[in-house]
């Protein structure tokens, strides 16, 4: 996640930084949900224009790291919002460059590999040796062992899954977003395609725009804001007709979710469990009667 510079969650919402923030994101359904590429660079260089502005406001040179506190009862420095949104902007321009629709060829996951990858790992070597100031991180356990509630809220992950996405995804058609899967190796392919995805979506939408999001806003507003790009990549993905009734709260509990436990590993647990779900279910609706495991 990205570390945390003054107390975030204390300062009230700016008109200037929740302008660039909101711009940057909407590029997110200008790029994934209208598929209008000029759009989204527009929205993006609009946020980045608006956040540099916000940060000579606060006194920042734009992409020069803040100065030290003077002494240890002041405030931390607000940390540049024009270069942490400058983050979340090389990674979805990663992301954007390929199509999203589901595909299980060799040119198709390859694709997706650069892609996805290059989103994770553009913003962080740029944070980390260029901007040098480690803002973004990967907490796998932060939080310390697991309690009984997070263990039950796995079990209640699957069995939501397994009431809810078959009749999602049987009764609007959503599953025909997703190649027919009726061999062992497109079904192996699926499985492994779908798993990568949901692991890269905490890697990005949390510990990479959430967290850089929440050095400058509020939970709320931060985890709004990473909502908007999380489910429109899902959209484009698949998930669409009413599937945002389903992602826009799976992205807000995630959100939620990485706050209080401080570990990627818990919120990839239930990522991937969700995904469990959504294999079987695709799998079960390719090739009705093979898994008479759903109601659906």
């Not at 506190?69 to 979340?88: C, H, T, V």
């Not at 804001?225 to 489910?231: G, H, M, S, T, Y």
């Not at 669409?240 to 959100?255: D, E, M, S």
Request: hydrophobic residues 60%; proline residues 7%.
């Amino acid at each position: 996640m990205a570390r945390a510079t003054g107390q975030a969650a204390e300062r009230p919402v700016r008109a200037l930084p929740l302008v660039a923030a909101l711009l940057t994101c909407l590029a997110a359904p200008a790029f994934f949900v209208l598929l209008i590429p000029w759009l989204g660079w527009t929205l993006l260089a609009a946020g980045l224009a608006v956040a540099v502005v916000a940060d000579r406001a606060d006194g920042h040179v734009p992409w020069r790291r803040a100065a030290a506190s003077p002494s240890s009862g002041a405030p931390a420095p607000r940390p540049s919002l024009a270069r942490d949104l400058s983050l979340i902007a090389a990674g979805m321009l990663v992301v954007s460059a390929i199509p999203l629709a589901a595909e299980l060829d060799n040119a198709a996951m390859l694709r997706f590999t650069l892609a996805l990858g290059g989103a994770v790992v553009v913003p962080y070597v740029v944070s980390r040796f260029v901007y040098r100031d480690r803002a973004i991180r990967f907490p796998w356990r932060g939080g310390g062992r697991w309690r009984p509630m997070q263990w039950g809220w796995l079990v209640a992950v699957l069995a939501l899954g397994w009431l809810i996405l078959p009749f999602y995804f049987v009764t609007s058609g959503v599953y025909l977003n997703w190649p027919v899967v009726d061999t062992p190796d497109l079904i192996a392919r699926l499985f492994v395609g779908v798993g990568a995805v949901g692991i890269w979506d905490e890697l990005f939408f949390i510990c990479t725009v959430f967290a850089l999001l929440l050095r400058h806003f509020p939970t709320a507003v931060a985890n709004g804001l990473q909502a908007i790009v999380f489910v429109s990549f899902l959209w484009e993905l698949g998930y669409r007709a009413w599937g945002p009734v389903l992602t826009i709260p799976f992205a807000l509990l995630q959100g939620w979710i990485f706050l209080r436990t401080r570990s990627l590993a818990y919120v990839v647990t239930v990522h991937l469990l969700f995904d469990a779900v959504v294999f079987l279910v695709l799998v079960h609706a390719h090739n009705p009667g093979a898994l008479p495991l759903f109601l659906v």
